[in-house]
């Protein structure tokens, strides 16, 4: 199910998916390789995310390759990695 991301205060090109009753996922369909500048931007939406909904997890789902850097800053800020 998809959610719209002005509910969150996020720009209107972020794209949602509610995964389960607990978990909402940010989803990035590109080919190019995510790198830590995105890493931050994930990290900013995944703060509004949980300042809305404390009790909702966020994860990132995508096909792109992700650098190792950024799988780390991930991880430390409680964001998991999903394949699509």
Avoid: Y
Avoid at 39 to 54: R, T
């Amino acid at each position: 199910m998809t959610l719209t991301a002005k509910q969150f205060g996020l720009p209107a090109r972020t794209v949602l998916e509610q995964i389960d009753d607990k978990t909402i996922a940010i989803v990035i369909n590109r080919k190019s390789r995510i790198i830590m500048a995105d890493g931050k931007k994930i990290a900013e939406k995944s703060q509004k995310i949980q300042e809305a909904l404390p009790a909702i997890a966020v994860v990132l789902k995508t096909s792109a390759p992700v650098c190792s850097k950024t799988v780390k800053f991930l991880q430390s800020i409680d964001v998991r990695l999903l394949d699509s």
